[in-house]
Protein backbone atom coordinates (compact mmCIF):
# COMPACT_ATOMS: atom_id res chain seq x y z
CA UNK A 1 0.00 0.00 0.00
CA UNK A 2 1.45 3.09 -0.95
CA UNK A 3 1.53 6.29 1.35
CA UNK A 4 0.15 9.47 0.51
CA UNK A 5 3.17 12.04 -0.57
CA UNK A 6 5.42 9.62 -1.49
CA UNK A 7 7.43 10.60 -4.87
CA UNK A 8 5.86 8.87 -7.64
CA UNK A 9 5.99 9.98 -11.41
CA UNK A 10 3.16 11.71 -12.51
CA UNK A 11 1.06 9.89 -15.17
CA UNK A 12 0.54 12.87 -17.00
CA UNK A 13 4.51 13.97 -17.12
CA UNK A 14 6.33 12.82 -20.50
CA UNK A 15 9.15 11.34 -19.46
CA UNK A 16 12.36 12.87 -19.95
CA UNK A 17 14.51 10.72 -22.59
CA UNK A 18 17.92 9.32 -21.22
CA UNK A 19 21.02 10.85 -23.07
CA UNK A 20 23.39 8.37 -24.97
CA UNK A 21 26.07 10.52 -24.85
CA UNK A 22 26.17 13.23 -21.92
CA UNK A 23 29.59 13.63 -22.58
CA UNK A 24 32.16 13.12 -25.74
CA UNK A 25 33.52 9.72 -25.36
CA UNK A 26 37.20 9.60 -24.13
CA UNK A 27 38.03 7.43 -27.21
CA UNK A 28 36.98 9.87 -29.62
CA UNK A 29 38.80 12.51 -28.03
CA UNK A 30 42.18 13.62 -30.33
CA UNK A 31 45.31 13.60 -27.98
CA UNK A 32 49.18 13.12 -29.20
CA UNK A 33 50.38 12.37 -25.82
CA UNK A 34 51.61 8.22 -25.44
CA UNK A 35 50.38 7.52 -22.22
CA UNK A 36 47.13 7.61 -20.76
CA UNK A 37 46.87 10.51 -17.95
CA UNK A 38 48.86 9.19 -14.66
CA UNK A 39 46.66 8.05 -12.19
CA UNK A 40 46.81 9.77 -8.62
CA UNK A 41 44.17 8.51 -6.35
CA UNK A 42 42.80 11.61 -4.46
CA UNK A 43 41.86 11.46 -0.95
CA UNK A 44 38.57 11.11 0.60
CA UNK A 45 38.25 14.58 1.48
CA UNK A 46 39.18 15.76 -2.31
CA UNK A 47 35.53 13.67 -3.27
CA UNK A 48 32.83 15.86 -4.86
CA UNK A 49 30.17 14.85 -2.59
CA UNK A 50 27.22 16.93 -4.01
CA UNK A 51 28.26 15.53 -7.85
CA UNK A 52 25.57 12.80 -8.23
CA UNK A 53 27.22 8.91 -8.72
CA UNK A 54 24.98 8.58 -12.03
CA UNK A 55 27.25 11.62 -13.57
CA UNK A 56 27.75 10.36 -16.92
CA UNK A 57 23.96 8.63 -17.12
CA UNK A 58 20.70 9.87 -15.90
CA UNK A 59 18.04 7.70 -14.56
CA UNK A 60 14.80 7.46 -16.26
CA UNK A 61 11.68 5.89 -15.15
CA UNK A 62 8.78 5.23 -17.40
CA UNK A 63 5.93 4.85 -15.86
CA UNK A 64 3.14 2.12 -16.69
CA UNK A 65 -0.55 1.64 -15.46
CA UNK A 66 -0.07 -2.38 -16.73
CA UNK A 67 1.58 -3.98 -13.81
CA UNK A 68 -0.60 -1.50 -11.18
CA UNK A 69 -4.10 -3.22 -13.32
CA UNK A 70 -2.32 -6.55 -13.15
CA UNK A 71 -1.42 -6.17 -9.73
CA UNK A 72 -5.06 -5.47 -8.30
CA UNK A 73 -6.47 -8.00 -10.16
CA UNK A 74 -7.15 -10.23 -7.86
CA UNK A 75 -7.28 -8.16 -4.67
CA UNK A 76 -9.66 -7.90 -2.57
CA UNK A 77 -11.68 -4.75 -2.02
CA UNK A 78 -10.27 -3.78 1.22
CA UNK A 79 -6.50 -4.02 0.03
CA UNK A 80 -7.42 -1.25 -2.74
CA UNK A 81 -7.14 2.26 -2.27
CA UNK A 82 -9.54 3.99 -0.28
CA UNK A 83 -12.35 6.52 -1.83
CA UNK A 84 -11.90 10.25 -1.33
CA UNK A 85 -14.46 10.35 1.31
CA UNK A 86 -12.49 7.91 3.81
CA UNK A 87 -9.25 10.20 3.30
CA UNK A 88 -10.43 12.44 6.01
CA UNK A 89 -10.13 9.64 8.65
CA UNK A 90 -7.12 7.81 7.58
CA UNK A 91 -4.22 10.22 6.44
CA UNK A 92 -3.05 13.97 7.99
CA UNK A 93 -3.22 16.64 5.89
CA UNK A 94 -0.67 19.78 5.44
CA UNK A 95 -1.14 23.21 5.91
CA UNK A 96 -1.12 25.76 3.07
CA UNK A 97 1.48 27.54 5.57
CA UNK A 98 3.44 24.32 5.44
CA UNK A 99 3.41 24.17 2.06
CA UNK A 100 4.64 27.63 1.45
CA UNK A 101 7.10 27.43 3.79
CA UNK A 102 8.19 24.27 2.22
CA UNK A 103 8.46 26.01 -0.85
CA UNK A 104 10.06 29.07 0.79
CA UNK A 105 12.54 27.07 1.78
CA UNK A 106 13.29 24.87 -1.64
CA UNK A 107 13.72 28.09 -3.63
CA UNK A 108 15.89 29.69 -0.83
CA UNK A 109 17.99 26.06 -0.89
CA UNK A 110 18.05 26.69 -4.56
CA UNK A 111 19.59 30.11 -4.50
CA UNK A 112 22.22 29.40 -2.19
CA UNK A 113 23.35 26.57 -3.92
CA UNK A 114 23.28 28.32 -7.02
CA UNK A 115 24.78 31.26 -5.08
CA UNK A 116 27.95 28.68 -4.26
CA UNK A 117 27.85 27.10 -7.49
CA UNK A 118 28.37 30.52 -8.80
CA UNK A 119 31.13 31.82 -6.52
CA UNK A 120 32.67 28.27 -6.67
CA UNK A 121 32.35 28.77 -10.55
CA UNK A 122 33.57 32.28 -10.32
CA UNK A 123 36.57 30.62 -8.27
CA UNK A 124 37.55 27.93 -9.99
CA UNK A 125 37.96 30.09 -13.10
CA UNK A 126 40.10 32.00 -10.83
CA UNK A 127 41.77 28.74 -10.08
CA UNK A 128 42.22 27.69 -13.52
CA UNK A 129 43.50 30.99 -15.19
CA UNK A 130 46.14 31.35 -11.81
CA UNK A 131 47.17 27.81 -12.35
CA UNK A 132 47.72 28.60 -15.80
CA UNK A 133 49.32 31.50 -15.68
CA UNK A 134 51.43 29.79 -12.70
CA UNK A 135 52.13 27.03 -15.44
CA UNK A 136 53.09 28.90 -17.73
CA UNK A 137 55.45 31.39 -16.11
CA UNK A 138 57.16 28.14 -15.05
CA UNK A 139 57.60 27.08 -17.80
CA UNK A 140 58.61 29.68 -19.16
CA UNK A 141 61.61 30.12 -16.28
CA UNK A 142 62.35 26.46 -16.85
CA UNK A 143 62.62 27.37 -20.95
CA UNK A 144 64.63 30.73 -20.17
CA UNK A 145 66.90 28.22 -17.79
CA UNK A 146 67.49 25.60 -20.09
CA UNK A 147 68.09 28.82 -22.46
CA UNK A 148 70.79 29.65 -20.37
CA UNK A 149 72.13 26.29 -19.47
CA UNK A 150 72.60 25.52 -23.29
CA UNK A 151 74.58 29.17 -23.80
CA UNK A 152 76.78 28.32 -20.55
CA UNK A 153 77.10 24.47 -22.26
CA UNK A 154 78.00 26.15 -25.66
CA UNK A 155 80.89 28.30 -24.08
CA UNK A 156 81.93 25.79 -22.54
CA UNK A 157 82.32 23.63 -25.21
CA UNK A 158 83.80 26.55 -27.11
CA UNK A 159 86.39 27.11 -24.60
CA UNK A 160 86.99 22.96 -25.07
CA UNK A 161 86.96 23.32 -28.93
CA UNK A 162 89.53 25.97 -28.49
CA UNK A 163 92.07 24.47 -26.28
CA UNK A 164 91.81 21.16 -28.01
CA UNK A 165 92.69 22.63 -31.13
CA UNK A 166 95.45 24.27 -29.31
CA UNK A 167 96.81 20.53 -27.12
CA UNK A 168 96.32 18.53 -30.94
CA UNK A 169 98.68 21.32 -32.26
CA UNK A 170 101.20 21.66 -29.86
CA UNK A 171 101.33 17.39 -29.53
CA UNK A 172 101.81 17.11 -32.90
CA UNK A 173 104.58 20.18 -32.97
CA UNK A 174 106.61 17.92 -30.30
CA UNK A 175 105.62 14.93 -31.70
CA UNK A 176 108.17 16.39 -34.95
CA UNK A 177 110.33 17.40 -32.63
CA UNK A 178 110.86 13.96 -30.95
CA UNK A 179 111.19 12.89 -34.77
CA UNK A 180 114.06 15.33 -35.24
CA UNK A 181 115.33 14.69 -32.09
CA UNK A 182 115.41 11.09 -33.11
CA UNK A 183 116.81 11.61 -36.15
CA UNK A 184 119.51 13.63 -34.86
CA UNK A 185 120.58 11.21 -32.15
CA UNK A 186 120.89 8.26 -35.27
CA UNK A 187 122.96 10.59 -37.17
CA UNK A 188 125.94 10.88 -33.94
CA UNK A 189 126.60 7.04 -35.04
CA UNK A 190 127.91 7.32 -37.92
CA UNK A 191 130.45 10.15 -36.59
CA UNK A 192 131.02 8.35 -33.44
CA UNK A 193 132.17 5.16 -35.27
CA UNK A 194 134.26 7.40 -37.79
CA UNK A 195 136.11 8.26 -34.27
CA UNK A 196 136.46 5.17 -32.85
CA UNK A 197 137.81 3.79 -36.05
CA UNK A 198 140.34 6.51 -36.20
CA UNK A 199 141.29 5.37 -32.78
CA UNK A 200 141.63 2.07 -33.54
CA UNK A 201 143.79 2.63 -36.97
CA UNK A 202 145.92 4.58 -34.93
CA UNK A 203 146.94 1.61 -32.69
CA UNK A 204 148.43 0.17 -35.81
CA UNK A 205 151.31 2.99 -36.04
CA UNK A 206 154.73 1.40 -35.08
CA UNK A 207 157.77 2.06 -33.32
CA UNK A 208 157.97 5.90 -31.57
CA UNK A 209 155.42 6.94 -33.42
CA UNK A 210 152.98 5.38 -31.20
CA UNK A 211 152.80 7.98 -29.25
CA UNK A 212 149.82 9.90 -27.28
CA UNK A 213 150.00 13.05 -29.70
CA UNK A 214 147.02 16.17 -30.09
CA UNK A 215 145.41 14.08 -32.78
CA UNK A 216 144.76 11.11 -29.95
CA UNK A 217 143.70 13.74 -27.47
CA UNK A 218 141.22 15.08 -29.65
CA UNK A 219 140.15 12.09 -31.19
CA UNK A 220 139.17 10.62 -27.36
CA UNK A 221 137.74 14.48 -26.80
CA UNK A 222 135.40 13.92 -29.76
CA UNK A 223 134.28 10.05 -28.51
CA UNK A 224 133.52 12.24 -25.04
CA UNK A 225 131.50 14.71 -26.54
CA UNK A 226 129.53 12.45 -29.48
CA UNK A 227 128.41 10.19 -26.10
CA UNK A 228 127.55 13.17 -24.13
CA UNK A 229 125.67 14.55 -26.73
CA UNK A 230 123.86 11.21 -27.62
CA UNK A 231 122.94 11.26 -23.77
CA UNK A 232 121.62 14.85 -23.09
CA UNK A 233 119.44 14.01 -26.63
CA UNK A 234 118.23 10.69 -24.90
CA UNK A 235 117.46 12.02 -21.61
CA UNK A 236 115.08 14.68 -23.75
CA UNK A 237 114.11 12.32 -25.84
CA UNK A 238 112.66 10.37 -22.76
CA UNK A 239 111.07 13.41 -21.49
CA UNK A 240 109.50 14.31 -24.97
CA UNK A 241 107.90 10.69 -24.66
CA UNK A 242 106.75 11.46 -21.15
CA UNK A 243 105.81 14.75 -21.80
CA UNK A 244 103.60 13.11 -25.04
CA UNK A 245 102.16 10.48 -23.10
CA UNK A 246 100.59 13.61 -19.94
CA UNK A 247 99.68 15.72 -23.47
CA UNK A 248 97.78 13.24 -25.21
CA UNK A 249 96.12 12.04 -21.27
CA UNK A 250 95.11 15.71 -20.69
CA UNK A 251 93.62 15.67 -24.59
CA UNK A 252 92.04 12.38 -23.77
CA UNK A 253 90.16 14.29 -20.74
CA UNK A 254 89.23 17.09 -23.07
CA UNK A 255 88.06 14.66 -26.23
CA UNK A 256 85.17 13.03 -23.25
CA UNK A 257 84.99 16.50 -21.82
CA UNK A 258 83.51 17.55 -24.97
CA UNK A 259 81.87 14.77 -25.60
CA UNK A 260 80.06 14.58 -22.93
CA UNK A 261 79.20 18.47 -23.28
CA UNK A 262 78.05 17.65 -27.21
CA UNK A 263 75.69 15.21 -26.18
CA UNK A 264 74.24 17.32 -23.30
CA UNK A 265 74.25 20.09 -25.47
CA UNK A 266 72.63 17.78 -27.90
CA UNK A 267 70.09 17.11 -24.65
CA UNK A 268 69.13 19.93 -23.32
CA UNK A 269 68.95 22.07 -26.67
CA UNK A 270 66.13 19.41 -27.17
CA UNK A 271 64.66 20.19 -23.89
CA UNK A 272 64.72 23.88 -24.57
CA UNK A 273 62.51 23.52 -28.07
CA UNK A 274 59.71 21.15 -26.24
CA UNK A 275 56.84 22.92 -26.74
CA UNK A 276 53.25 21.68 -25.58
CA UNK A 277 52.36 20.67 -28.90
CA UNK A 278 55.72 19.04 -29.51
CA UNK A 279 55.66 15.71 -30.53
CA UNK A 280 57.73 12.59 -28.36
CA UNK A 281 56.51 14.84 -25.05
CA UNK A 282 54.90 11.72 -22.10
CA UNK A 283 54.02 11.08 -18.57
CA UNK A 284 56.45 9.51 -16.94
CA UNK A 285 55.60 8.40 -13.37
CA UNK A 286 57.76 9.06 -10.37
CA UNK A 287 60.73 10.51 -12.42
CA UNK A 288 60.37 14.03 -10.57
CA UNK A 289 61.73 11.62 -7.43
CA UNK A 290 64.71 10.10 -9.15
CA UNK A 291 67.78 12.50 -8.26
CA UNK A 292 70.51 11.48 -10.52
CA UNK A 293 72.82 14.19 -10.27
CA UNK A 294 76.32 14.09 -8.93
CA UNK A 295 77.56 17.88 -9.55
CA UNK A 296 76.60 21.38 -8.92
CA UNK A 297 76.76 23.89 -11.17
CA UNK A 298 79.83 25.27 -9.56
CA UNK A 299 81.69 22.02 -9.30
CA UNK A 300 80.65 21.34 -13.22
CA UNK A 301 82.21 24.34 -14.20
CA UNK A 302 85.41 23.47 -11.96
CA UNK A 303 85.71 20.01 -13.57
CA UNK A 304 85.68 21.92 -16.97
CA UNK A 305 88.23 24.23 -15.67
CA UNK A 306 90.29 21.93 -14.28
CA UNK A 307 90.44 19.90 -17.60
CA UNK A 308 91.56 23.15 -19.16
CA UNK A 309 93.84 24.40 -16.88
CA UNK A 310 95.97 20.86 -16.47
CA UNK A 311 95.29 20.65 -20.57
CA UNK A 312 96.97 24.29 -20.42
CA UNK A 313 99.71 23.39 -18.31
CA UNK A 314 100.95 20.56 -19.90
CA UNK A 315 100.72 22.60 -23.25
CA UNK A 316 102.73 25.07 -21.41
CA UNK A 317 105.21 22.74 -20.59
CA UNK A 318 105.52 20.79 -23.92
CA UNK A 319 106.44 24.49 -25.22
CA UNK A 320 109.17 24.80 -23.24
CA UNK A 321 110.29 21.39 -23.69
CA UNK A 322 110.25 21.65 -27.57
CA UNK A 323 112.12 24.85 -26.93
CA UNK A 324 115.17 22.86 -24.77
CA UNK A 325 115.21 20.23 -27.74
CA UNK A 326 115.71 22.96 -30.51
CA UNK A 327 118.07 24.94 -27.95
CA UNK A 328 120.12 21.18 -27.69
CA UNK A 329 119.74 19.89 -31.11
CA UNK A 330 121.71 23.67 -31.96
CA UNK A 331 124.38 23.27 -29.13
CA UNK A 332 125.03 19.43 -29.49
CA UNK A 333 125.17 20.26 -33.39
CA UNK A 334 128.09 22.90 -32.68
CA UNK A 335 129.90 21.22 -29.72
CA UNK A 336 130.00 18.27 -32.83
CA UNK A 337 131.13 20.66 -35.57
CA UNK A 338 133.60 22.26 -33.13
CA UNK A 339 135.40 18.91 -31.97
CA UNK A 340 135.05 17.31 -35.87
CA UNK A 341 137.21 20.80 -36.67
CA UNK A 342 139.93 20.41 -33.82
CA UNK A 343 139.75 16.72 -34.61
CA UNK A 344 140.76 17.75 -38.29
CA UNK A 345 143.10 20.43 -37.47
CA UNK A 346 145.21 18.11 -35.10
CA UNK A 347 145.25 15.48 -38.35
CA UNK A 348 146.47 18.03 -40.68
CA UNK A 349 149.10 19.61 -38.27
CA UNK A 350 150.19 15.97 -37.32
CA UNK A 351 150.44 14.70 -41.32
CA UNK A 352 152.60 17.99 -41.67
CA UNK A 353 154.76 16.97 -39.03
CA UNK A 354 155.27 13.62 -39.91
CA UNK A 355 155.41 14.34 -43.73
CA UNK A 356 158.58 16.81 -42.67
CA UNK A 357 159.81 14.41 -40.70
CA UNK A 358 159.80 12.16 -42.96
CA UNK A 359 161.01 14.14 -45.39
CA UNK A 360 164.26 15.09 -43.11
CA UNK A 361 164.62 11.51 -42.88
CA UNK A 362 164.78 10.84 -46.55
CA UNK A 363 167.74 13.55 -46.87
CA UNK A 364 169.71 12.31 -43.79
CA UNK A 365 169.29 8.71 -45.71
CA UNK A 366 170.58 10.19 -48.81
CA UNK A 367 173.67 11.85 -47.48
CA UNK A 368 173.87 8.36 -45.43
CA UNK A 369 174.32 6.40 -48.16
CA UNK A 370 176.37 9.15 -50.08
CA UNK A 371 178.82 8.85 -46.87
CA UNK A 372 178.44 5.16 -47.15
CA UNK A 373 179.08 4.92 -50.56
CA UNK A 374 182.58 7.32 -49.90
CA UNK A 375 183.08 4.88 -46.61
CA UNK A 376 183.21 1.94 -49.04
CA UNK A 377 185.81 3.50 -51.59
CA UNK A 378 187.87 4.72 -48.42
CA UNK A 379 188.04 1.26 -47.07
CA UNK A 380 189.16 -0.35 -50.63
CA UNK A 381 191.55 2.72 -50.78
CA UNK A 382 193.06 1.34 -47.41
CA UNK A 383 193.13 -1.93 -48.41
CA UNK A 384 195.31 -1.12 -52.14
CA UNK A 385 197.09 1.02 -50.31
CA UNK A 386 198.03 -1.98 -47.70
CA UNK A 387 198.75 -4.34 -50.83
CA UNK A 388 200.81 -1.79 -52.51
CA UNK A 389 203.30 -2.06 -49.09
CA UNK A 390 204.05 -5.58 -49.22
CA UNK A 391 206.35 -5.63 -52.50
CA UNK A 392 208.38 -2.52 -50.68
CA UNK A 393 208.83 -5.03 -47.44
CA UNK A 394 209.11 -7.85 -49.06
CA UNK A 395 212.42 -6.36 -51.39
CA UNK A 396 214.02 -4.94 -48.03
CA UNK A 397 213.48 -7.93 -46.46
CA UNK A 398 215.08 -9.95 -48.83
CA UNK A 399 217.57 -7.54 -49.11
CA UNK A 400 218.78 -8.08 -45.32
CA UNK A 401 217.71 -11.88 -46.15
CA UNK A 402 221.08 -11.84 -48.82
CA UNK A 403 223.15 -10.00 -46.63
CA UNK A 404 222.94 -12.13 -44.13
CA UNK A 405 224.95 -14.15 -46.57
CA UNK A 406 227.96 -12.05 -46.80
CA UNK A 407 231.22 -13.47 -45.23
CA UNK A 408 233.55 -13.17 -42.62
CA UNK A 409 233.87 -9.19 -42.10
CA UNK A 410 231.56 -8.98 -44.99
CA UNK A 411 229.32 -8.58 -42.37
CA UNK A 412 229.89 -4.82 -41.53
CA UNK A 413 226.69 -2.91 -39.90
CA UNK A 414 227.13 -0.04 -42.44
CA UNK A 415 224.98 2.06 -43.59
CA UNK A 416 223.10 0.45 -46.41
CA UNK A 417 222.43 -2.10 -43.53
CA UNK A 418 221.39 0.58 -40.99
CA UNK A 419 218.90 1.85 -43.75
CA UNK A 420 217.93 -1.49 -44.31
CA UNK A 421 216.63 -1.86 -41.09
CA UNK A 422 214.84 1.59 -40.96
CA UNK A 423 213.04 0.91 -43.48
CA UNK A 424 211.78 -2.36 -42.86
CA UNK A 425 210.61 -1.02 -39.55
CA UNK A 426 208.83 2.34 -41.10
CA UNK A 427 207.12 0.06 -43.54
CA UNK A 428 205.82 -2.30 -41.35
CA UNK A 429 204.52 0.83 -39.05
CA UNK A 430 203.08 2.16 -42.11
CA UNK A 431 200.96 -1.02 -43.06
CA UNK A 432 200.10 -1.30 -39.48
CA UNK A 433 198.78 2.12 -39.49
CA UNK A 434 196.95 1.79 -42.79
CA UNK A 435 195.19 -1.53 -41.22
CA UNK A 436 194.04 0.66 -38.44
CA UNK A 437 192.49 2.88 -40.54
CA UNK A 438 190.87 -0.08 -42.53
CA UNK A 439 189.30 -0.90 -38.89
CA UNK A 440 188.34 2.32 -38.33
CA UNK A 441 186.78 2.84 -41.75
CA UNK A 442 185.12 -0.84 -41.35
CA UNK A 443 183.71 0.32 -38.08
CA UNK A 444 182.22 3.58 -39.25
CA UNK A 445 180.75 1.64 -42.58
CA UNK A 446 179.41 -0.17 -39.91
CA UNK A 447 177.61 2.54 -38.10
CA UNK A 448 176.51 4.18 -40.76
CA UNK A 449 174.90 1.14 -42.18
CA UNK A 450 172.92 1.09 -38.71
CA UNK A 451 172.24 4.16 -39.06
CA UNK A 452 170.88 3.32 -42.86
CA UNK A 453 168.64 1.02 -41.39
CA UNK A 454 167.49 3.20 -38.23
CA UNK A 455 166.91 5.25 -40.76
CA UNK A 456 165.08 3.01 -43.43
CA UNK A 457 163.28 1.47 -40.46
CA UNK A 458 161.96 5.43 -39.26
CA UNK A 459 160.72 6.37 -43.06
CA UNK A 460 159.35 2.99 -42.59
CA UNK A 461 157.23 3.75 -39.48
CA UNK A 462 156.81 7.29 -40.70
CA UNK A 463 155.08 6.20 -44.63
CA UNK A 464 152.86 4.28 -41.89
CA UNK A 465 151.52 6.83 -40.09
CA UNK A 466 151.65 8.96 -42.79
CA UNK A 467 149.08 6.72 -44.48
CA UNK A 468 147.09 5.61 -41.36
CA UNK A 469 146.60 9.00 -40.65
CA UNK A 470 146.26 10.90 -44.42
CA UNK A 471 144.80 7.85 -46.28
CA UNK A 472 142.43 5.79 -43.95
CA UNK A 473 141.74 8.34 -40.84
CA UNK A 474 141.18 11.78 -43.17
CA UNK A 475 140.26 9.61 -45.93
CA UNK A 476 137.31 8.73 -43.51
CA UNK A 477 136.87 11.98 -42.00
CA UNK A 478 135.92 13.85 -45.68
CA UNK A 479 132.59 14.00 -44.90
CA UNK A 480 130.91 15.14 -41.97
CA UNK A 481 127.09 15.17 -41.01
CA UNK A 482 125.63 18.40 -42.30
CA UNK A 483 124.24 21.02 -39.68
CA UNK A 484 120.61 19.89 -40.84
CA UNK A 485 121.06 16.53 -40.41
CA UNK A 486 122.62 17.21 -36.99
CA UNK A 487 119.28 19.33 -36.07
CA UNK A 488 117.37 16.46 -37.39
CA UNK A 489 115.51 18.01 -40.51
CA UNK A 490 116.81 15.59 -42.79
Not at 29 to 58: D, E, I, V
Not at 217 to 229: A, G, H, M, P, Y
Not at 422 to 437: A, F, P
Request: with cysteine; aromatic share 6%; proline share 4%.
Amino acid sequence: MELVGSPLTATHAHPRSTPTKFLPAISTMASSYKNRFPYYPLPQSFSLPWMPSTYYRTAAINPTLAPFSKSSQGLSPSKTLPFISNRTTLFTRYTPDDWHRFNQTNYKESETSRHNAERLRGDNSRVIQDKYQQTKKMQVESTKNLGERVNDIEFWKSELCHELDEMIGETNALTDVKKRLERALAETEAPLQVALECLLHREKRMGIDLVHDDVEKQLFTEVDVIRSCQERMQRYLDKAKAQLTTNRAAQHELERDLANKQAAHRIDDKCHHLRNTSDGISYYRGVERVDATISVPESWAKFTDDNILRSQSERAASAKLRDSIENLLVVTANEMWHQFNQVNVAFTNRIAETTDAKSKIQTHLAKTLQEIFQIEMNIEALRKAIRDKGPPLKVAQTRLDERTRRPNMELCRDTAQLRLVNEVYEIDETIQSLQQRLRDAEETLQVLVRAKSVLEHDLAVKANSLFIDQEKCMGMRKTFPSTARLVGYV
